[in-house]
Each structure stands twice: as structure tokens, then as C-alpha cells.
């Protein structure tokens, strides 16, 4: 079964800081993953794209990492600022000859303090 | 300049009733979609259309219907609308057609759809 899994489920950090957030997923067969960032009251924004042969990606103070063999993808977040504060969603896309199809993680939902 | 523009952003409304929100793109893309968010926040894709016509249909009630009178508009009727139709609803638009491509989706600002 096609999953996509976030962890945490929620994240409070203090502004300045970094921290990283995770995305294990199963799905087959692979194509893409993104990385959308998601603020309250407004539709998701992609922050990055990677294939299976990318293994990071860079976006501003955001880096993301993907493992393809461990299914694993991570992003980073630097130097935190209260914007910053946003629900984080992990999208993977799958593939084959006669279909496609896109699956959303439930997301990470990160707080920053001042 | 909003890319997807979604109206209303707010509907409530009471069980029974029959209601539409609509979706506008300015990036001239073609392909657009519908995707519902639950309480859990996932998404999930509910319809899609290529230059107005539909390529993806997940199992959803036919008591909704997309409605697509040209590439840059997908509306979306909801008929007999029930309880459980309670989340936002994000339209959406991509360059090429096909959930895997690797173009991304940009998405409007959602509507929060209460039923009573």
C-alpha cells in the first residue's frame, strides 16, 4: 500500500534555531518528492522537488535529503524565523505505465516561539 | 496577481442543500484539479482535468460533479450536501497532465466548507 508518513506530528522550536523534520514513505513505484509548506488558511506551496537521483535539494534556509534506497526524505530548516511557522507536507509521486498518482503525508505542523 | 483563485472561501450551509465553488487559473495550465483536506489535514485528490476533460476520477459520491467550461476553470457542484462533506476543498493547477510529472502543483487558498 502507497504511504507516506511524517514525523513529528508536531514541532515547537525557539526562533533562530534549526531543526528537521522526516518522511518515510512506500511507494512504488517512485517518481518524485516534494516538499510543500503549508501556511494556516492558505493552500500548499512547493518548497522542493527531487528524483530518485537527487539526493539533496536546496531552497533558501530549507534543504531537503532524500534517500531512495531507505525511502527516507528530510528537511532542514536553518536558522529559524517566526514565518517559518507552517504546516510541512511531504508529497510522493508514483508512476507506472498506465497511471499516476500523487500521495500526501498528513504533515508536520511547526510552531516558532520568539 | 492570484495564480489559482478559489471562491468563497467560507460556505456554510445546511444539510440538503445544493451548492458550487468555483476556480480560476491564470497561468495557463492544463490541468487542474480538486483535492479535499479532512480534520487530519490529508490531502486527497478527489478530480482532475486535463484541457477540460477528466483524466482522473477517485472514488467519490456522484453527488459531486466537476464542471470544466474551459482549461483555466474547474468548478465544483456539490448536490444533496451531507455532514461528512464538512473540510476545506483546494483547487489546483499543474503545467502537464499526470499526478507523477514533475510539475508542481500550485494551489489556491481553499474553501472552508461547514455543512449543519
Known amino acids: 500500500k502507497n504511504q507516506v508518513e511524517q514525523s513529528p506530528q508536531s514541532l515547537i522550536i525557539l526562533e533562530g534555531k534549526n531543526c528537521t523534520l522526516q518522511?518515510?514513505?512506500?511507494?512504488?513505484?517512485?517518481?518524485?518528492l516534494r516538499w510543500y509548506k503549508q501556511d494556516t488558511g492558505r493552500g500548499p506551496v512547493s518548497l522542493t522537488i527531487?528524483?530518485?537521483?537527487?539526493n539533496t535539494k536546496s531552497n533558501g534556509r530549507y534543504t531537503a535529503t532524500l534517500d531512495a534506497d531507505t525511502k527516507q526524505s528530510s528537511l532542514h530548516i536553518t536558522a529559524s524565523q517566526l514565518s517559518d511557522s507552517a504546516s510541512y507536507i511531504c508529497v510522493v509521486s508514483a508512476v507506472n505505465s498506465s497511471a499516476s498518482k500523487i500521495i500526501f503525508g498528513s504533515g508536520t505542523r511547526l510552531s516558532i516561539r520568539p | 496577481d492570484t495564480a489559482v483563485s478559489q471562491t468563497p472561501k467560507y460556505l456554510v450551509t445546511q444539510m440538503g442543500n445544493d451548492k458550487s465553488i468555483k476556480c480560476e487559473q491564470n497561468l495557463g495550465h492544463d490541468t487542474m484539479y480538486w483535492y479535499k483536506q479532512d480534520s487530519k489535514k490529508f490531502l486527497k485528490i478527489m478530480f482532475s482535468?486535463?484541457?477540460?476533460?477528466?483524466?482522473i476520477n477517485e472514488t467519490v459520491p456522484n453527488r459531486f460533479s466537476p464542471k470544466s467550461p474551459d482549461k483555466a476553470h474547474l468548478n465544483l457542484h456539490i448536490n444533496s450536501l451531507e455532514l461528512g462533506d464538512s473540510a476545506v476543498y483546494f483547487c489546483?493547477?499543474?503545467?502537464?497532465?499526470?499526478?507523477?510529472?514533475?510539475?508542481?502543483?500550485?494551489f489556491g487558498n481553499g474553501t472552508r466548507l461547514t455543512v449543519t
Open positions: 489546483a493547477s499543474s503545467q502537464a497532465s499526470g499526478q507523477g510529472s514533475k510539475s508542481s502543483l500550485h
Open positions: 482535468y486535463n484541457n477540460k476533460e477528466l483524466i
Open positions: 527531487m528524483t530518485f537521483s537527487e
Open positions: 518522511c518515510n514513505y512506500t511507494v512504488s513505484p517512485f517518481s518524485n
